[in-house]
């Protein structure tokens, strides 16, 4: 392995752990290649940390000398001299804890420090440690994933008629960030679906996401038209959208950006689905944030969740400038619009905006949660998860490559994940019964997103997964999320299944800061947690006093 | 009786027809299936407008003490004139005597009607906290409410104040409220204790005072110093100096620590509850205007100050083992307030249910507070009304957002006391003080709360409460870090009462538990159970929210 090249100090002794919910203790610091190690060595504690490095995301460094280093720099390997000196990392990680490490030595600091820096924002994805992470109960030979459109398909009867598997991407070529296998009209040939394709942004055509067994509407799902400044038209596009509504009077596209964008995306070659060249589609124009201000907002909230100036007016304020509770009523309230014209209105719905791989499935996947109780089981959660943020191409490795604390120029990264778990725990919130699984599962996910023992959010396109092998070399998350003790940890005690629609409130006193999330590392959240462990306990006892 | 349109401001209009008895607006919904009925006492009205006419009738808005609003129209105008006429009159009684606890009559005689002002014994729970013992002894100084006629007739004082000292403090103290005992905790052996104001003036001092102060001090047998905990903000207790008030010069009192909170006053809390109703009644906000709303009404930092207030206290009785003497002004509002979250959060058995009936029964009720003004029971200065126990209650519900497995009660016991609190129901927040209530005879004449509210307690019950759980022991430690607060929908929001009712874990779990202890009781009765057939429940519709979701 290369690593150790970024490894100068791998052990250090006599440091000192200043982490949340635990009094500070002395112990040993080891680097490796993909994790920090520390080893209380206090006398009857035995107590370890294991940090993968992924997991940070910036670290603040100072040291100190207390004898005075002349020269120090150009003489390397005079460690004694540097006896009297010391320095404190402060390690800022993407789950948003915040670890200090007191390290003796100003040289032995600054190479953790370096190698840190280095190991934990490594690019390539073949080396990250979900390729080396072998536990005991889980095999490589395991079935891999939860669902795929072609499961999807084949459990679905009731599509068969219309509705056919195409594998028009079976090789990626016609739409790199799709799997293989897509869920179109079964009156569109392989050959539209490849023309419609060059009239879609990235490919991006326009296939099911969701069929509602109640009435047979469907939520299909794209990128933006290329429609352009010159107002180009795509014979093949209309037709398939056409075919999507056969029989029925009318069809809806929300498209995730106001109409102004929409507009405006015709200058650089985008565009919408004109009124008089999709007569029978009625679009819908609904604002979402994405991109860098949401990223900006999770920063702005965390900052906020970190001031301690203890100013009510000061705290109100910094929430509402964060402007992250608006997001996440824009995104129920548009999710809520989605379902009505499915569930309601009884319309089938293409949803859209520029590339089709963020806010689209934001609402997509929140509508299929508001309607669909099947996706509302712990199992049925992961599988739409699976269909609709991996195989539908988020791209998780650049959109999750930093988090809140991260210093360095932002590029692609962006929370939509979080924001779609976000709305999530708004729903389990006034639902409690509703949903089968446990906030714990929600905040599990917000950690594993960003950093993981295991290859599911890895890449970003099941393309990329491929030609990585993620799926022979890593383990899958979601399976071992559903082993048997974890499955019980991950349930919902409370859980009774419902046939209706669950229609969230986006009034904005329902709508609370996920404080399990944001002041995850505080003393508060232990007595939030210890209430669910009451009520897992009170339903377990219920459980077995009604079996006897 | 007349047919009118009502639509209550949230729900749905019907049409029904509206009858004004004596006690109450009833409204009944023409619908012959549901004839649904809507009452509306009197005393829980506190305000009735009629906004200009529409074509289609004369307008009518009630708003209630519970922050719920009705609107009523009435096709005429002459009618509605009428009605409004008589609202107004039927919900600003001017004498005690019209007050609806006296003609509110339930189904009990007169020994429960007299046992129900037994029910809760302050004596016992001072005896409960080991007082009197060689520290704190009762005194008969009040008797007669011959020195405060704002203060009960028995109280606790420092052993070694003399009467003369205590009758001496009394003087120099507004409205003669002296230092006496509010709560005194065994595991520290400190006290916090209660009064009012020093009249000190710029320069004034008490030599009996500052021996009553000494003898608080020296009823702590582990400290040599006092906090005074003045609960108001500097500027306001020194602006009191002029008036011949003010707060006790730490030149002249020896051995005290005096420390400011910067709760404000009744006006200051009086126009921020106003704000924060009006935010809970925004139909349809975006969250932008609903946090600039909820920080422009400065109410959650009021709540923050209160507990912060109680936490300090707590503080230096617990973990310092100190001895706190609080005040405000007048020593019946701010200082009801910290004294008594103080005490719920030093000792578990305030978190009780009963405990919690006893809580206010000797920090608010016997202390003497001005119920009656505060809470508009009377047609009075509007200068008075402010929602001091309000706040108190608001502390409580924060903090069981904090511990939801440290409370006993629920979220729909503190709302069920905050209406009776305003709706004049029962006796037992009448008045301002106990000679007050003694003169008026309450306890021939009208009925106490607590024990209607002890018998329907299993509503009030909050399923995740455990008495050996870690949470329900020892001294609460909240965190009053701004993060941690919220604004109280069950008690604001009534906008959404109309959205179908949300799932409700807490009624769930209630259920579970119920069921769980029936099963038990059959199994240890060796009596078969039927199996299975207990998975489903129907629970009811009322929303009661375990907000630790």
């Known amino acids: ?548 | 009786s007349k047919n009118l349109n009502t639509p209550e401001l949230q729900e749905k209009a019907s049409v029904g027809t509206l009858y004004l008895s004596a006690t109450h607006t009833i409204f009944v919904e023409n619908n012959p299936e549901t004839r649904k009925e809507t009452w509306v006492l009197h005393s829980m009205v506190s305000s009735v407008d009629r906004p200009p006419s529409t074509p289609s009738g004369s307008q009518l808005v009630l708003r209630c003490k519970d922050f719920r609003v009705y609107q009523i129209l009435v096709p005429q105008e002459r009618d509605c004139v009428d009605v409004h006429a008589s609202l107004v009159r039927l919900s600003r009684p001017e004498k005690y005597s019209e007050l609806y606890c006296l003609s509110f009559n339930p189904s009990v005689n007169k020994e429960e009607r007299e046992a129900s002002w037994s029910f809760i014994d302050l004596m016992a729970d001072y005896k409960r906290m080991g007082v009197p013992n060689n520290l704190w002894v009762s005194t008969t100084v009040n008797n007669e409410y011959r020195v405060c006629d704002t203060y009960p007739s028995e109280l606790f004082v420092p052993k070694s104040a003399s009467t003369g000292v205590i009758v001496g403090s009394s003087r120099f103290r507004s409205r003669g409220r002296f230092p006496a005992l509010s709560y005194f905790h065994q595991d520290t052996l400190a006290a916090v204790c209660r009064c009012s104001q020093p009249l000190s003036g710029f320069s004034g001092r008490c030599q009996e005072d500052e021996l009553m102060l000494q003898a608080v001090m020296k009823s702590n047998p582990g400290s040599d110093y006092i906090y005074v905990v003045d609960t108001r903000p500097k500027l306001n207790a020194m602006a009191n100096r002029a008036a011949g008030k003010g707060y006790e010069n730490e030149d002249h009192y020896t051995n005290i620590k005096l420390q400011f909170i910067g709760i404000e006053n009744i006006h200051v809390m009086r126009s921020s509850q106003q704000k924060i109703i009006d935010v809970g009644e925004m139909r349809a906000p975006s969250m932008s205007d609903f946090l600039w709303g909820l920080e422009n009404s400065g109410w959650l930092k009021h709540i923050k100050a209160v507990l912060d207030a109680g936490v300090f206290i707590a503080r230096a009785v617990a973990d310092e083992g100190v001895s706190v003497l609080v005040h405000c002004s007048d020593g019946w509002d701010r200082t009801a307030q910290a004294c008594s979250v103080a005490s719920i959060l030093l000792d578990p058995f305030y978190r009780t249910l009963r405990g919690f009936m006893v809580l206010i029964e000797r920090d608010w009720v016997s202390f003497g507070h001005k119920f009656s003004h505060r809470y508009a029971h009377l047609d009075g200065d509007p200068k008075e009304v402010s929602p001091v126990i309000d706040q108190f209650l608001e502390c409580v519900w924060q903090l069981s957002e904090q511990f939801p497995c440290a409370f006993e009660f629920n979220e729909r016991f503190l709302i069920t006391l905050h209406t009776y609190i305003y709706s004049c129901q029962y006796g037992s927040f009448m008045g301002n003080c106990q000679k007050e209530r003694r003169d008026l005879r309450l306890r021939e004449r009208s009925h106490s709360v607590w024990p209607q509210l002890w018998k329907d307690r299993s509503d009030y019950t909050n399923p995740l409460y455990q008495a050996e759980q870690s949470q329900s022991q020892g001294v609460l430690k909240p965190n009053t870090s701004p993060f941690y607060f919220k604004m109280w929908k069950g008690l604001y929001n009534h906008v959404e009462k109309s959205v179908p009712p949300r799932q409700s874990p807490a009624d769930y779990l209630s259920a579970v538990r119920e069921e769980s202890q029936q099963l038990e009781e059959e199994l240890t009765n060796h009596q078969e159970v039927a199996p299975g057939g207990t998975a489903h429940h129907h629970f009811g519709q009322e929303f009661c929210d375990l907000d630790i979701f």
């Not at chain 1, 032995?108 to 190698?115: D, E, G, P, T, V």
């Not at chain 1, 015709?266 to 994405?290: A, I, N, P």
């Open chain 1, 1 to 548: 392995m290369e690593f150790s090249e970024h490894i100068k100090t791998a052990n250090v002794e006599d440091v000192v752990l200043r982490q949340p919910l635990h009094p500070p203790s002395r112990g040993t610091l080891c680097i490796t290649g993909h994790h920090l190690l520390f080893s209380d060595r206090e006398e009857g504690s035995s107590r370890q940390v294991l940090l993968l490095l992924r997991n940070i995301d910036a670290i603040e460094k100072s040291v100190e000398n207390l004898l005075g280093y002349s020269g120090f720099f150009s003489k390397a390997g005079l460690s004694e001299r540097t006896s009297g000196s010391s320095g404190t990392i402060t390690i800022k990680c993407k789950d948003l804890q915040v670890l200090q490490l007191d390290i003796p030595g100003m040289e032995q600091c600054l190479n953790i420090a370096h190698s840190i820096e280095t190991l934990s924002c490594l690019d390539s994805v073949s080396e990250m440690y979900p390729f080396f992470y072998r536990p005991a109960d889980l095999s490589l030979q395991d079935q891999w994933g939860l669902s795929s459109p072609e499961s999807y398909y084949s459990q679905m009867k009731e599509l068969h008629g219309r509705w056919r598997l195409s594998s028009v991407n079976r090789d990626y070529s016609v739409c790199p960030s799709y799997p293989p296998a897509v869920i179109v009209p079964n009156s569109i040939d392989d050959d539209t679906l490849r023309k419609v394709a060059k009239f879609r942004q990235g490919g991006r055509f326009p296939v099911l996401c969701y069929y509602h067994r109640k009435n047979g509407m469907v939520i299909m799902r794209s990128s933006q038209p290329l429609t352009g400044a010159n107002r180009k038209r795509c014979k093949e596009d209309e037709l398939l959208l056409q075919a999507v509504i056969d029989g029925s009077d009318k069809g809806y596209i929300i498209d995730t950006r106001s109409s102004q964008q929409a507009q405006q995306a015709r200058m650089t070659g985008g565009g919408f689905e004109s009124k008089s060249c999709y007569s029978h589609w009625k679009r819908l124009h609904r604002q979402m944030e994405r991109g860098k201000a949401l990223q900006e907002s999770l920063i702005k909230l965390v900052e906020a969740c970190g001031d301690e100036s203890n100013n009510m007016d000061r705290w109100l304020s910094k929430l509402e400038n964060s402007k992250w509770l608006s997001y996440v009523q824009t995104a129920l309230s548009t999710a809520g619009l989605l379902a009505e014209c499915v569930e309601r209105d009884g319309h089938s719905v293409l949803v859209h905006g520029s590339e089709g791989t963020d806010s689209s499935l934001l609402i997509s996947t929140l509508a299929q949660l508001i309607m669909d109780p099947c996706c509302r089981t712990l199992d049925g959660f992961l599988a739409l998860l699976e269909r609709e943020w991996l195989q539908a191409g988020h791209p998780f490795q650049q959109r999750c490559a930093h988090s809140a604390y991260s210093h360095t120029r932002l590029q692609q990264e962006s929370p939509v994940f979080l924001l779609l778990l976000d709305c999530v725990w708004q729903l389990w919130r006034q639902f409690p019964l509703a949903l089968g699984f446990s906030e714990a599962l929600l905040l599990r996910l917000a950690t594993e997103v960003y950093a993981s023992d295991y290859g599911t959010f890895l890449c970003n396109s099941d393309q990329e997964r491929c030609a990585v092998g993620v799926k022979d070399k890593t383990h899958c998350l979601f399976q071992a999320l559903l082993r048997p003790r974890e499955k019980d940890y991950y349930s919902n005690p409370l859980y009774e299944p419902t046939e209706l629609a669950i229609w969230p409130s986006v009034h904005p006193q329902s709508l609370q800061l996920w404080r399990g999330f944001f002041l995850r590392w505080t003393q508060q959240i232990r007595h939030l947690e210890e209430a669910q462990e009451e009520i897992r306990n009170m339903v377990i006892e219920w459980g077995k006093l009604a079996l006897s």
